[in-house]
């Protein structure tokens, strides 16, 4: 275990694993039986089966990129309002990668929900775990995959990272010292309940957001239409000439 000194929490307990199946299952399991310090991060260089959104696998070579998990306690959420912690930590990495690729920072996106984009590529990947107490997140496990020192993708034609884009090479600790302190800073402005802020700047750099474009919809096939918005429960809302749709994370694929 080492300790980063640039936080007041996350990263203050990081534990360095050479190679995992998954850091946020072995961050799930070590809750079910021990109690870790809010922000402690498990990271890893080897990640055999990572775990992305809608049951995909996060494909990343050894050594080469970000993988990890962050372990909060945002018991001041409701249940309902889970989506404002996945729109708090899309942030926090979107704040990361613009510090890191200043000047080149203008194309970066988040594309709903919380996938990073720099133009039409993806550089990183969110899974947040959580578990409820009542009516309040209990625990959530943030898994966190971030495409850094990768220069190739084998079947992923719309993955870059951070070195293809800055054409450079990065050191890994130092990234993730830096990492720790935007997502910190941004989760402390979800406990200070600024969530008009935070879903204004969502709004503010969300891909697509407003202008037109095609979709596929399992209900209703395809369809042209521009993102106006996001529901208080993180549905995408599309609207065409004639109607406005809600879609859950599964339900939709951009074209």
């Known amino acids: 275990m080492h300790n980063l000194y640039n936080t007041l929490f996350i990263g ?4 360095s694993l050479e190679a995992v199946a998954s850091t946020n299952t072995y961050a799930l399991e070590q809750l079910q039986h021990t109690h870790l310090h809010e922000g402690t991060v498990i ?10 959104q809608r049951g995909n696998r996060w494909e990343s070579n050894a050594g080469k990129n970000i993988t990890l998990s962050i372990v909060l306690y945002p018991n001041f959420l409701r249940v309902q309002q889970q989506f404002l912690l996945s729109q708090t930590i899309a942030l926090g990495i979107h ?3 613009s510090d890191i690729l200043q000047p080149h920072q203008s194309l970066l996106r988040i ?13 990183a990947g969110i899974l947040i775990e959580n578990t409820l107490r009542g009516q309040c997140l209990a625990s959530s496990v943030v898994g966190i995959g971030i495409n850094v020192n990768q220069q190739h993708f084998k079947n992923l ?8 884009i800055a054409k450079t090479t990065f050191l890994l600790p130092l990234l993730i010292q830096k990492l720790c302190y935007h997502i910190e800073t941004q989760y402390l402005q ?22 037109w474009h095609y979709y596929h919809s399992q209900k209703h096939g395809k369809l042209y239409g521009k993102i106006t918005g996001i529901s208080p429960y993180g549905h995408l809302q599309i609207q065409t000439a004639t109607q406005e749709y809600h879609f859950d994370v599964k339900e939709v694929a951009f074209l």
């Open 157 to 164: 034609v719309n993955a870059s990272s951070l070195s293809n």
């Open 12 to 15: 203050k307990v990081l534990v």
């Open 43 to 52: 990271s890893t260089q080897t990640q055999y089966a990572g775990r992305g």
């Open 95 to 97: 704040q990361f990668c």
């Open 190 to 211: 979800l406990k200070a309940a600024k969530v008009t802020q935070i879903q204004q700047k969502y709004l503010s750099i969300l891909y697509r957001y407003q202008s």
């Open 111 to 123: 594309k709903w929900p919380n996938d990073i984009y720099y133009g039409t590529k993806k550089i």
